[in-house]
Each structure stands twice: as C-alpha cells, then as structure tokens.
C-alpha cells in the first residue's frame, strides 16, 4: 500500500473510531469492512488522478498561452511610445489655438484700425 493510501486509511479509521462506527473493538476490522473501506479508497485515489490530470493539462494550457518578458516590454514600449506621441500632439495642438487666438487678436487690431466690418463668408 503506497504511502498516501496509508496515512487515509488510518485518517478513516480514526473518523470511524471518532463516530463509533467501529462498535466496541477499537482498531479490528472484518474482512468485509476492509475490503470496502479498499474499494472506496480506490476509487477516491481514481478521482485524485482524474483531478491531477485535469489541473495538470491546465496549467499546460496556461504555460502555453501565457506572455514571455519579451512580449510584455515589447507592448509596454508601444503603449509608451503612443503615449508619448498623444502627448506631444495635446502640446502641438495647445500651441496652435495659441497661436490662433493671437492671429484673431491681430484680425480684430487691424478691422478696428481701417474700420473694416469682418463678415463669415456664407
């Protein structure tokens, strides 16, 4: 009996003991009762495996589809690299409506001063 199985079947025999389902005699059991309380350790050891297998495929899953460092810095630079441009696009377009904000000052300096009327043409 491997290791594992041992250290459950002596958990077992103690929750029977803990429960009183073992009657009187502590620690005997009959041959029925151990050939039961075998299959079921069986099939919970199947069901261990089933899970380990089904854990062990998904971290294989999870190795496979996830990102090396590389990927990572390389997003991480272009993300960068775009956030710096927008920011110097936010600057660029600053300059310009101030610039644009002069160039109407101008327009209204010089319609003032020849007493011209500025009209939007239609």
Do not use: C
Not at 55 to 69: C, Y
């Amino acid at each position: 009996m491997s290791p594992w199985l041992l250290t459950l079947w002596i958990t077992v025999q103690i929750e029977l003991v803990w429960r009183g389902n073992l009657g009187h005699t502590i620690g005997t059991m009959s041959d029925d009762q151990f050939t039961q309380l075998d299959q079921k350790i069986d099939k919970l050891g199947e069901q261990i495996l089933k899970l380990y297998q089904h854990m062990e495929q998904r971290f294989d899953h999870l190795e496979n589809t996830k990102a090396d460092k590389t990927t990572v810095d390389r997003i991480l630079q272009t993300v960068d690299g775009i956030a710096t441009r927008l920011e110097a696009d936010d600057h660029e377009r600053l300059a310009m409506a101030s610039q644009l904000g002069r160039h109407e000052g101008w327009f209204k300096q010089l319609s003032k001063a020849t007493k011209t009327k500025l009209v939007p043409e239609p």
